[in-house]
């Protein structure tokens, strides 16, 4: 049997029986991996707060045979507050489906929990400025992924001082002035848009969250890292977040 005692967010619920479910988590030491919570559809289940879609937690899970267990928990931080607000609960959906489908299964990233942890955080709390913080989640989730933008430097000739930069999906990051060339694809960016980006990756989410920056700015970023996830991930969906702009 192995025994496996580690902090957790839960990514996703899936209901196994009348009475047990599936948890999907994204744990601190072992990264994603699924487990199932006896007894946790029952409305007096000790498991009942520690299986609840974003909630952070510590557990004790076993082994047996190919699936785990949920053996003992606790809750940390339940970020009850997210599904009382409809743009909260949208942007961590969005935010927790992302992570649960391109994470590996059993690969540690701390740097992405932290990550996930603190945006949870700021989401339950009542802050104005969300989607600048859904924004800079995502920059700073493909860094973390491995796919860090290129924003300091032009991706072609390695210069950092330019007069302006336009920016190349497929080279991952920003191309000068100098080296543009008109048979290729690039999105145009504001100065200050360049600038927010190396201040958020230079930055944790936390520190972020006290900038104050401009809708234009955030919209021009956000339409950036879409195309980057879209071109770098997998299976991305933007219809949920799409519905709620058009909703606002």
């Known amino acids: 049997m192995i025994i496996l ?3 957790g967010i839960v990514l996703k619920t899936l209901k196994y029986n009348d009475n047990d479910l599936i948890i999907t988590i994204f744990t601190r030491k072992y990264g994603k991996t699924s487990a199932i919570a006896r007894g946790a559809q029952r409305q007096k289940s000790r498991f009942l707060p520690t299986t609840q879609l974003f909630s952070y937690n510590n557990y004790v899970l076993k082994k047996q045979k190919d699936m785990f ?10 970020f009850y507050n997210i599904s009382l607000d409809f743009e909260s609960f949208s942007y961590s959906s969005f935010i927790v489906k992302l992570v649960e489908s391109t994470i590996v299964e059993g690969q540690p990233n701390n740097r992405m929990f932290e990550l996930l942890a603190q945006t949870l955080f700021l989401l339950s709390e009542n802050i104005d400025n ?3 913080i859904l924004t800079a989640f995502i920059l700073k989730f493909v860094d973390y992924a491995g796919y860090r933008p ?22 991952g990051g920003i191309v000068c002035d100098r080296c543009i060339k008109s048979d290729n694809f ?9 600038s927010l980006m190396q201040y958020v990756l230079n930055n944790d989410i936390i520190v ?3 900038a104050k920056v401009s809708k234009q700015l955030i919209e021009e970023l956000f339409y950036l890292m879409k ?11 933007f219809k949920s977040l799409d519905m709620l702009k058009n909703l606002k």
């Open 5 to 7: 005692k580690t902090q």
């Open 69 to 78: 267990s949920i053996s003992q928990s606790e809750s940390i931080k339940n």
């Open 186 to 194: 690039y999105i145009k960016l504001d100065k200050s848009t360049i």
């Open 208 to 210: 972020c969250s006290k």
């Open 150 to 171: 290129e924003v300091f430097k032009c991706t072609e000739c390695g210069k950092n001082i330019f007069q302006y930069a336009v920016f190349s999906i497929i080279n």
């Open 130 to 132: 969300k989607y600048f």
């Open 227 to 237: 195309k980057y996830l879209i071109n770098y991930f997998d299976g991305i969906s």
